[in-house]
């Protein structure tokens, strides 16, 4: 099936799925607030509407699933929609992003299920920065987790790490040699300002460049790898071969080969985590909808698709948050929790 492009000829490739906009993490980087307004529960997408969905975008291309949050093992018995996900033919790569905390108690069922790959987030090996930065007491459960993925059968584990500047900038060459045990590629995420970043400042991004110049003056020479597809990390070897990537969207956007969209857990969907509208799937879905017309609702969509939200941001001066606390509270779909991240 040939994927759907859109006006810049971006493919229609690559879906993330979060399946509830709840998380049991507070990290100061993406849910700092003390309170947040929650997505209504009987808006939430069922698993068969989930499983309908993917179906309409696979007949457009989509040929890549991630499963996502909020924290997605939050929400009840995962591991059957990843069972429902994982037998449709020509689903190329079924993934989970996760904090962590559950997935020692999750892990062999969505092993059995069908999931393919799992990436965890992990932004500090130090608990008491653990502690600050999540604002909960959980980094033993969080390693626990990645201890776990090995032992069930996973291979292809990814380790995602926020940088930031005068945070856990120390610790990129201790990630990485963690990675190495574990064993896990480790992505080092510049920080962005998007959704509920709202304590974001240009003066805490650690830019790739300044990662890359730090890690070479430990390991050496680091050679640059040929990326094969679209994905946000520009992957990076050291001089024994242990390969590592780093996602530069707030410095150097990779908005020209995007392929990926979001839907949130009550059907909206997003072409662009900068993007202040998406599309209600859910009620056209719930009101009958066929399968043709969406279709051809989802097709024309990201045929007209001109998004480079991160392009366009990095081109403003004097920028500050993207979107102010009283909008976030006012719109819950342009927290980053909510979009899947």
Known sequence: MSATLDRFRRPLRN???SVTDRCNLRCRYCMPEAEYVWLPRKDLLSFEEISALVDVFMSLGVDKVRITGGEPLLRHDV????GMLAGKPGLRDLAMTTNGVLLADHVAALRA???GRVTVSLDTLRADRSKTLSQRSTHPRVLAG????APAGFTGTKIDTVAMRGVNDD????LIEY???VPAEVRFIEYMDVGGATTWSPDLVLSRADMLATLRDHYGEITPLRNTDA???DRFALPDGTTFGIVSSTTQPFCATCDRSRLTADGMWFRCLYAMEGTNLRDPLRDGASFDELREL????WSARTDQGAVDRLAERDRMPFVPVDALRSNPHLEMHTRGG
């Open 15 to 17: 879906l993330r799925i």
């Open 79 to 82: 591991p059957t929609l990843v």
């Open 113 to 115: 299920a069908g999931l």
């Open 146 to 149: 990645i201890a776990s993925v």
């Open 171 to 174: 610790e990129l060459v201790d």
């Open 179 to 181: 990675g190495r045990t």
């Open 231 to 233: 994905a946000p990390a």
């Open 298 to 301: 989802i097709g024309g969509i």
